[in-house]
């Protein structure tokens, strides 16, 4: 636990060198003038306020049920309303003889001194969007499936104090500043008026959403700013840490999963009974199921969730797997845990169910309580149970797609089934299509044919030299790279050399209105319209062959990856 503490509290200081806080820091600096206890004020504030947020937000959304927004429309609220108060002098005498009533502090003292600054660390706390590392991204999945306890908690409050101290830096250093020079010092009366100038446009702004455009012009202007802050939490011993110590939040169940070593390679073991399914919940696909009524079957436990593009590229494997085997005894069992509260809506989800063409079974865990009794923290994850019931492997990610049909292949044969010698991935990769599936993201591209032109080095200029051959793709103007997609500057192209029977495509839209135009051996077939973060179908062939893919984009998306069939 001291180990993640200290990266906690390191990761927590270098956040405020990321571009995603550079919004929210014209209020930091509003500390700068005021009472001597303000700073603190702020400090105190933003710690609680962002270690209460973070981990109980979940359960204050569902007890409450309101969106999440709700707080943080709140918080900007108040910021504009205190920069209303530091501009107008008639709104200054109001408050204070309200405040002074609520505090017992005199006159200024409830405006300008801790008070006034604990309600603005209170609203900070609720804006602040960090960049976060894996440390912080862990313990937020245990906080939305509300699995959080001491460890957490303590690991949040860390974080919280390292990124308190720079901010108090600044605060205590604009200080420092005002008094080094007296015409700063003569006139403070307006130095508050601006900064609460400053706090109600930044208030507005990140009410609007433009805070998230100025990271991104940012970011434009200086592509590599913030890049690799978070690298030092991608160690070993940081790995083993969050292992050891934030699986102990999950509740206790039967089996006992090896979080730090995971079986490899297909190696099978018994990690005791599957918990029981949850009967009482919203099924699609099929009436409710339970761990007796599918002794016999070899089961795959799915968890996902539909707006997960890990999840969605997992999709097509799992079809394909389904379709193989479930008159062999093989049942999948999709079990959708929200990460978004727009995730939770039956509706919605019935939805994705039919655009994913989703056909096994599906529960829904809202409450996470399978979630929690597998003591599961990632979407995707596989669990493979036999036909007695026990968990035998379990794998997490994507990827190790030959590894799982073998071990679904061997449970079968365990419970007596007669397989035959072709598998479905070889099926569905190598009949339906000879091209692999393309990731686009420098990460882990390959087949890249397009030189770029330019000074900055993840947004360049791109030309396609010759049509690309199978398995090879190109761009056709601006496009930034990022490791693990591509995004059209303005608008751009894209042509993929295939030969398969279908193409599908994983595509996040950042913008409205964003559209694809598909060509096909140089003839228009279509438009995609993009209305959500999920894999688009973009050929339906009759019969695997040879294709000249071409896309010309409009509007603002994220283009992940090619998977064929």
């Known amino acids: 636990m001291l180990i993640l503490l200290f990266f906690a509290l390191l990761s927590g200081i270098v956040t405020i060198l990321s571009p995603c806080i550079l919004p929210v820091l014209p ?10 206890r303000k700073p603190l004020g ?11 947020f973070t981990l109980l937000l979940s359960s204050v959304v569902q007890a409450l049920q309101i969106p999440p927004d709700t707080l943080r429309i709140a918080a900007v609220s108040i910021i504009i309303i205190f920069g209303m108060v530091l501009l107008v002098p008639g709104l200054q005498k109001w408050f204070e003889l309200l405040t002074s009533r609520l505090s017992g502090k005199k006159g200024q003292q409830s405006r300008t001194g801790f008070f006034g600054g604990l309600s603005i660390g209170a609203s900070l706390g609720l804006v602040w969007t960090p ?30 104090i390292g990124t308190a101290l720079p901010m108090f830096a600044v605060m205590k250093g604009g200080r420092r500043l005002i008094q080094r020079f007296p015409a700063l010092s003569r006139n403070t009366g307006k130095l508050q008026r601006g900064f609460g100038l400053i706090m109600i446009i930044a208030g507005l702004s990140i009410g609007l959403g433009l805070d998230r455009k100025f990271q991104t012009a940012v970011l434009e202007v200086f592509p590599g700013y ?7 939490e991608q160690n070993e011993s940081v790995t083993r840490a969050l292992a050891e110590n934030l699986e102990k939040n999950s509740q206790d169940n039967p089996q006992q999963l090896n979080w730090q070593n995971p079986p490899e390679n297909g190696e099978l073991a018994d990690f005791g009974p599957a918990p029981e399914i949850m009967k009482e919940s919203i099924w699609f696909n099929s009436t409710s199921l339970s761990m007796q009524q599918l002794r016999g079957k070899v089961v795959l436990i799915d968890f996902w969730t539909y707006s997960c593009v890990n999840c969605v590229r997992t999709l097509p494997y799992l079809q394909s797997w389904y379709e193989t085997y479930k008159d062999q005894g093989f049942e999948i069992i999709g079990v959708h845990s929200p990460e ?69 292949r061997t449970l079968l044969k365990e419970a007596g089934q007669r397989i035959s010698s072709a598998t479905a991935v070889t099926a569905w990769r190598g009949i339906e299509s000879s091209t692999d599936e393309t990731y686009l993201g420098f990460g882990r591209s390959r087949g890249f044919i ?65 559209s694809i135009r598909i060509f096909l051996d140089g003839k228009q077939t279509g ?9 688009y179908q973009l050929i339906n062939g009759e019969e695997a062959s040879a294709h000249l893919l071409r896309l010309e984009t409009e509007g603002g998306m994220r283009l992940y990856a090619f998977t064929f069939g």
């Open 131 to 160: 960049c976060v590392g894996p440390i912080i991204a862990s313990v937020i999945s245990l906080a939305i499936s509300q699995q959080v306890s001491g460890g957490p908690a303590a690991v949040i409050f860390a974080y919280s």
């Open 340 to 408: 978004f509260t727009f995730e939770r809506d039956p509706e919605n989800v019935k939805k994705a169910i039919s655009d994913l063409e989703v056909t096994w079974p599906v529960v829904l865990d809202n409450g996470f309580d399978l979630w929690k009794a597998y003591k599961n923290r990632f979407w995707p994850a596989h669990y493979f149970i036999d036909a007695r019931g026990n968990i035998r492997y379990f794998h997490f990610g994507e990827e190790e797609y030959d590894t799982g049909e073998e071990v679904i």
């Open 226 to 232: 913030g890049t690799g802050l978070t690298a030092f």
């Open 27 to 36: 209020i930091v600096l509003s500390g700068s003038v005021g009472g001597k």
């Open 527 to 535: 438009t995609v319209h993009l209305d959500s973060s999920r894999m």
């Open 42 to 52: 702020i400090i105190a504030g933003f710690i609680g306020s962002f270690t209460i």
């Open 450 to 514: 397009s030189p770029g032109t330019g000074e900055d080095n993840s947004i360049q200029q791109y030309s396609i030299p010759e049509p690309p051959g199978n398995g090879e793709w190109g761009l056709e103007g601006k496009w930034n790279v990022q490791r693990q997609y591509i995004e059209p500057v303005e608008s751009g192209a894209l042509e993929l050399g295939f030969e398969a029977k279908n193409v599908f495509l994983v595509i996040e839209p950042v913008a409205d209105n964003s």
